[in-house]
């Protein structure tokens, strides 16, 4: 089992405490919390230890996990560097583009494993649509939220966007050519709705939009390929595929059949993916724990939480233009 040490005990924090605790792969050994009196709070509460010395508890473990406000997440990862600590980080990955890349250069020359934590990589309808995504041209994503104050004090494209944008960089492997975004700040003091749309050299297109005040919660994204159309709603956590196929020569009274211009017959088929239900963040730290016990590739490398985060830059900048 990895020693594992955690930082930053707020609302996300005490998730992956109590999911750290629970773990097979992880020993918690304990936690740090600048907040004195919501650390020993937490250790009263759930007899998770707490380190009141930030350094006596990295001198303890092997992981650490960062689960601070994004404005700490570089400081944190320094000092786990510098104790020669592989560590899993929340996302964003960081607050500019030049401290992420500054850490992808550290780890390298020390050889840390680092995972960053863009969770809807391990949701079940994604997980269960991956077989069925080939090259898609078009793509159509949205991610509503009601409003929330937490959170606020980042834009939305830092807060929610960035999950999408880390999707869509792993399926669309290739360079992104043009992008184009709006966004308006309705109840705080950065863009609450964005919407951005993104060109890629290959000819895929994606258009996302993003809100956190929305009357509704949605998190669905379409994707559409040669002979197929695939749904995942991320919130339900659901798949549909819908695909076409060469018509038998002989169909059936149920078989769906059209026929084109040209007087092509084709089948449409009707797929429902088997969604196995699953913990997404206990199973991110165990992917993250499994690339470092097995030394294999890590599933969402601080090279992938560095690209997101590039991208959602610029999307912000754009936005900032014009206004």
């Given amino acids: 089992m990895l020693k594992a040490g955690l930082v930053g005990a707020g609302h996300l924090g005490k998730i992956h405490l109590k999911l750290l605790n629970q773990s097979e792969k992880y020993e918690l050994v304990g936690f740090y919390d600048n907040d004195a009196e919501n650390g020993k709070k937490l250790e009263q509460e759930f007899g998770y230890k707490y380190f009141d010395n930030l350094n006596e508890l990295l001198s303890k473990i ?68 991956k077989p069925y995504l080939a090259n898609p041209k078009f793509i159509e994503i949205h991610r509503l939220a009601e409003f929330n104050p937490r959170g606020t004090d980042v834009s939305v494209v830092l807060d929610l966007m960035i999950h999408d944008l880390d999707i869509l960089l792993s399926i669309v492997k290739s360079p992104i050519k043009e992008i184009h975004a709006s966004g308006v700040a309705v109840v705080s003091k950065t863009p609450d709705i964005t919407n951005a749309r993104i060109e890629f050299t290959n000819g895929c297109v994606a258009n996302l939009t993003t809100s956190r005040i929305s009357m509704k919660a949605m998190r669905k994204s379409r994707f559409f390929q040669k002979d197929a159309y695939i749904s995942v709603d991320f919130l339900e956590k659901k798949a549909e595929v819908i695909r076409m196929q060469e018509a038998p020569e002989n169909p059936s009274d149920f ?10 017959k084709n089948q449409i088929i009707f797929e429902y993916p088997n969604i196995q239900a699953n913990n997404a963040i206990l199973d991110e730290l165990e992917s993250f724990a499994n690339s470092i016990t097995n030394n294999s590739p890590i599933e969402v490398s601080l090279n992938d939480g560095t690209e997101a985060l590039k991208v959602a830059l610029k999307i912000m900048e754009l936005i900032e233009k014009q206004s």
Avoid: S, W
């Fill in 62 to 129: 092997d992981v650490l996990d960062i689960v601070t406000p994004t404005l700490y997440h570089y400081d944190y990862a320094k000092k786990a560097i510098d104790k020669n600590l592989h560590f899993f980080i929340e996302k964003p990955v960081t607050h500019t583009l030049e401290q992420a890349e500054e850490l992808i250069q550290l780890c390298q020359e020390k050889g840390l494993k680092v995972q960053v934590g863009h969770v809807e990589r391990y949701n079940p309808a994604f997980i269960a649509t």
């Fill in 255 to 264: 078989d769906m059949i059209i026929e084109n211009a040209e007087g092509e």
